[in-house]
């Protein structure tokens, strides 16, 4: 990926740990501006309608002979592409992890692409572990300088990412969802989604529930189920929502109305987010 920026090389003290890099403010100029202001990250008790049509990933024509960054890599064992948008670790900033194997390189580009829907790259950094090279980014909105918590923008960072993925890394193509649409090799086997689809719902204290969800991936997922939630005026507080390959995980802290949902509360919600995940995806009006 060709980019330049300022990076400061050195050792970690943590031994399982080797910092390869960190950059630190990062400025990125706004030029986004979401439709709805609904929020996710702060308790709200009123019914919020969101919709995925302003989420997207460009279509990939073909692969090109420099959109490998390792050379011979389409030949090796292709790992599983990760993406983690994490709302709970830090109180004034949207993290966000990437993880492909040892793949990645800077991805000066990516942080580049996440300048055109309106927000800064505080701080960004890559460790190494046995699973692989993180690249994590700490995400906040250009015009407020706070954590994103609108679900659409939080939808378009994700897709956007992905996007630069395909783009730059079109081996990733087989081991994403969306790469059966946009990529340039779909999945050898698509997920089962009444077989991947699960929902939890427990206590998290007196004034919150945590509810989890896995389903298979696709474009507007998250925006989807926050609106399945908030339509049964349950409140979405903050949470995690990791893409590993073709899946999709969510953690949420809800609640209703301050409190953490009571039993047949929990039910319904369970009810409501599997009938959605799990139902055909015709269209409405077809017999």
């Known amino acids: 990926m060709a980019s330049a920026a300022n990076c400061a090389v050195y050792f970690s003290s943590n031994t399982n740990c080797l910092t390869v890099f960190e950059i630190k403010n990062h400025s990125l100029p706004a030029t986004f501006v979401s439709r709805h202001p609904n929020t996710f990250g702060r308790r709200s008790h009123n019914s919020v309608r969101l919709s995925s049509s302003t989420t997207g990933i460009n279509p990939l024509a073909a692969p090109s002979a420099t959109a490998v960054e390792n050379d011979g890599s389409l030949l090796d064992t292709v790992p599983t592409p990760k993406v983690i948008i994490d709302q709970d670790s830090d109180p004034d900033a ?8 040892d793949r990645l390189g800077a991805l000066l580009d990516t942080m580049n692409a996440l300048k055109s829907l309106g927000l800064n790259v505080t701080k960004a950094n890559v460790y190494l572990d046995s699973s692989g090279k993180h690249n994590k980014f700490s995400i906040t909105k250009a015009s407020t300088g706070r954590k994103v918590e609108d679900p659409e923008l939080l939808e378009a960072i994700r897709l956007t990412i992905i996007n630069n993925l395909l783009e730059y890394h079109p081996e990733s193509s087989s081991q994403l969802a969306m790469g059966a649409t946009f990529g340039v090799e779909p999945p050898k086997e698509m997920v089962d989604v009444d077989i ?75 009810n409501s987010l599997r009938y959605f995940l799990r139902r055909p995806t015709t269209e409405e009006a077809s017999f």
């Open 94 to 101: 949207t993290i966000v992890e990437i993880t492909f194997g």
């Open 196 to 270: 991947a689809t699960h929902v939890r719902v427990r206590d998290d204290g007196p004034d919150r529930s945590l509810l989890f969800v896995e389903t298979a991936d696709r474009p507007g997922l998250l925006v989807d189920i926050v609106k399945t939630v908030t339509d049964i005026n349950i409140a979405v507080e903050s949470g995690e929502f990791d893409t590993e390959g073709l899946l999709a995980k969510a953690t949420f802290h809800v609640n209703y109305k301050g409190k953490a949902l009571i039993k047949p509360l929990q039910q319904v919600l369970a």
